[in-house]
């Protein structure tokens, strides 16, 4: 079954964009234009991955982000921040609120398809994210 994107940005070229690379990839596409929108996208179908801009009308990603961390049913949805606020308190305040990966635009096409391959293994619990990770303890031996 293939997993399924939804892109949440206001800007038309970028949203063609990444759904052509999304589909090329394999992945079922549903795009949206506003904050709104992407809730109301979100409630009736959740996606596997959002990719979630911040600067949309009616709902910027940082609402929405919270909102859905918020609420446990969602807790499965992969949130990637793809946005132009790329300055470091953007992307810690991004990360603070729950999204999985923070990418800045202008993007590499190759970034975009890679972070979503890593948030979708992490997922399904292959790998644990960096942020995350559990670090051994002192004076532990490694396995």
């Given at each position: 079954?293939?997993?399924?994107?939804?892109?949440?940005?206001?800007?038309?070229?970028?949203?063609?964009?990444?759904?052509?690379?999304?589909?090329?990839?394999?992945?079922?596409?549903?795009?949206?234009?506003?904050?709104?929108?992407?809730?109301?996208?979100?409630?009736?179908?959740?996606?596997?991955?959002?990719l979630l801009d911040i600067m949309m009308p009616k709902g910027n990603g940082y609402e929405i982000c919270r909102t859905l961390r918020a609420n446990p049913s969602y807790?499965?949805?992969?949130?990637?921040?793809?946005?132009?606020?790329?300055?470091?308190?953007?992307?810690?305040?991004?990360?603070?609120?729950?999204?999985?990966?923070?990418?800045?635009?202008?993007?590499?096409?190759?970034?975009?398809?890679?972070?979503?391959?890593?948030?979708?293994?992490?997922?399904?619990?292959?790998?644990?994210?960096?942020?995350?990770?559990?670090?051994?303890?002192?004076?532990?031996?490694?396995?």
């Open positions: 079954m293939a997993t399924s994107v939804l892109i949440a940005d206001d800007d038309p070229s970028i949203s063609r964009a990444l759904s052509f690379l999304m589909q090329r990839e394999g992945h079922e596409v549903r795009t949206v234009t506003d904050g709104e929108q992407a809730l109301a996208a979100i409630e009736m179908q959740p996606p596997d991955v959002v807790d499965g949805v992969r949130i990637v921040m793809l946005t132009a606020k790329g300055g470091e308190a953007d992307q810690r305040v991004g990360m603070a609120l729950g999204a999985d990966a923070y990418i800045s635009k202008p993007f590499a096409i190759g970034e975009v398809v890679s972070c979503v391959k890593d948030v979708l293994a992490r997922r399904r619990g292959r790998t644990a994210p960096p942020e995350r990770a559990r670090r051994p303890k002192a004076g532990a031996a490694n396995a």
